[in-house]
Nanobody, 114 residues
């Protein structure tokens, strides 16, 4: 399974970005997909995740600002990020759980200027 994250970039504080991550390859049955982020010198942390039954949960720091969604027909996960703040600056990674195996995509950089 291959994942290709895109949609990162440079945005001013208060702005918005939408990340996308399609999964491709030998997919059996994706049960969940998610977004994580890693700022310089910090560990990779959960941002949001969603199951194939549309149950979603979020990190407290992004609740009310970020929305995760899943298009199961396209095996694509999205992350709508609103009211971005400088502390949201990080490399954002997507992942997918397929038949118990976890797959990671390459990251996409989000930079929020103050």
């Amino acid at each position: 399974v291959q994942l290709q994250a895109s949609g990162g970039g440079l945005v001013q504080a208060g702005g918005s970005l939408r990340l996308s991550c399609p999964a491709s390859g030998n997919i059996f049955s994706i049960s969940a997909m998610g977004w994580y982020r890693q700022a310089p010198g910090k560990p990779r942390d959960l941002v949001a995740r969603i199951t194939s039954s549309d149950f979603a949960d979020y990190a407290d720091s992004v609740k009310g600002r970020f929305t995760i969604s899943l298009d199961s027909a396209k095996n694509t996960v999205y992350l709508q990020m609103n009211s971005l703040q400088p502390e949201d600056t990080a490399v954002y990674y997507c992942n997918a759980v397929d038949w118990g195996e976890v797959y990671w995509g390459q990251g996409t950089l989000v930079t929020v200027s103050s």
